[in-house]
């Protein structure tokens, strides 16, 4: 995986609750979100900018985050991300932190690759799970799980069973489907005429001897 660099700020959790209420409410109104870091030694309450974690979540691609928490540095990854359900806005981010020994699960983007021989049978090519959950080093964890598709024939689902890569293995139950070839009405529709066309063309042979 890339490294995000992520400075952030120690936050004070206030001991009453209608207190806290007021911190946070106080802090997104200074475009600011509340962040946990739990999984180390201790657990931290900071706070980061939008802007500075803007590029981190509003992109397809997946990261290791190097978490500078005044001026103290962690491995981390996104844990779980809280959003405004109307403004859909940061609401929380909690943070895993990581090292080179102890294995983590985290969600890897699918990426397709190659020309299925089904597609060039007319079929078209979906992709149904467009991450698949794989338990490793987090180091291990590449940025994306590329599928060579080239063999897959008209009709042909692929499981998650069928699937292996270096250095992770794959949580994500196994008889989940990944991506199929499925059969188009073109080629059902060209099925049905060949027959029709041979029972025509029959006659004529028969006439001709």
Same mark, same amino acid.
């Given at each position: ?50 802007? /500075? ?6 992109? *397809? ?8 928490? %005044? ?37 890897? *983007? ?5 020309? !299925? ?57 196994? %008889?989940?489907?990944?991506? !199929? ?13 060949? *027959? /029709?066309? !041979?029972?025509?063309?029959? *006659? ?6």
């Amino acid at each position: 995986m890339k490294t995000y660099q992520l400075k952030g700020s120690t936050r004070t959790i206030a001991e009453r609750s209608c207190d806290q209420k007021r911190a946070l409410k106080t802090m997104r109104k200074e475009n600011k979100i509340p962040c946990v870091l739990y999984g180390g030694e201790k657990v931290y309450h900071f706070e980061v900018t939008n802007v /500075a974690v803007r590029n981190l979540i509003y992109t *397809p691609e997946i990261f290791a985050v190097e978490l500078t928490i %005044d001026g103290k540095k962690h491995m981390a990854v996104i844990k779980e991300l809280q959003f405004q359900p109307v403004k859909d806005t940061v609401l929380h981010i909690d943070f895993l932190e990581v090292n080179e020994k102890t294995p983590i699960i985290f969600e890897v *983007p699918v990426q397709l690759v190659g020309h !299925a021989v089904g597609v060039k049978a007319g079929g078209k090519l979906t992709l149904q799970l467009r991450k698949l959950k794989v338990k490793g080093i987090y180091t291990n964890i590449p940025e994306k799980l590329t599928i060579d598709v080239s063999p897959m024939t008209l009709g042909k689902t692929l499981q998650v069973g069928e699937l292996s890569f270096d250095g992770v293995d794959l949580v994500t139950t196994k %008889d989940t489907v990944v991506c !199929a070839v499925k059969v188009t009405r073109a080629v059902v529709d060209d099925t049905l005429e060949k *027959p /029709a066309e !041979a029972a025509v063309e029959a *006659p004529a042979e028969a006439e001709a001897k």
